[in-house]
Nanobody, 121 residues
Framework: QVQLVESGGGLVQAGGSLRLSCAAS????????MGWYRQAPGKQRELVAT???????NYADSVKGRFAISRDNAKNTVYLQMNSLKPEDTAVYYC???????????????WGRGTQVTVSS
């Protein structure tokens, strides 16, 4: 009922920037927390950043000061601005949303399919 589509990934050199976007669609009633997670080859998926409907943010220590998460509630979209990128940031980045849909009768914790971010040294 809730679908997430990420965009904005790509290949950049170390020190560069990328901005990821994730648009939620479906019969959405409300979206609570939205976030970004990432998974590198051979590693577990890890939290990058989250943002609540009220704008409260949380970041992994590894990205603090470099990444910024934001959202546009009117567009049901969450963004991740990534600056000063490092090769260690290379991973598939996944969008996540905790949402109520169908008039608020149902709850869904949804994931996007992911977008590749590659940072070259």
């Amino acid at each position: 009922q809730v679908q997430l589509v990420e965009s904005g990934g790509g290949l950049v050199q170390a020190g560069g920037s990328l901005r990821l976007s994730c648009a939620a669609s479906g019969n959405i009633f409300s979206i609570n927390t939205m976030g970004w997670y990432r998974q590198a080859p051979g590693k577990q998926r890890e939290l990058v950043a989250t943002i609540t409907s009220g704008g409260s943010t949380n970041y992994a220590d590894s990205v603090k000061g470099r990444f910024a998460i934001s959202r546009d509630n009117a567009k049901n979209t969450v963004y991740l601005q990534m600056n000063s990128l490092k090769p260690e940031d290379t991973a598939v980045y996944y969008c996540n949303a905790a949402a109520y849909y169908s008039g608020g009768r149902y709850y869904s914790n949804s994931w996007g399919r992911g977008t590749q971010v590659t940072v070259s040294s």
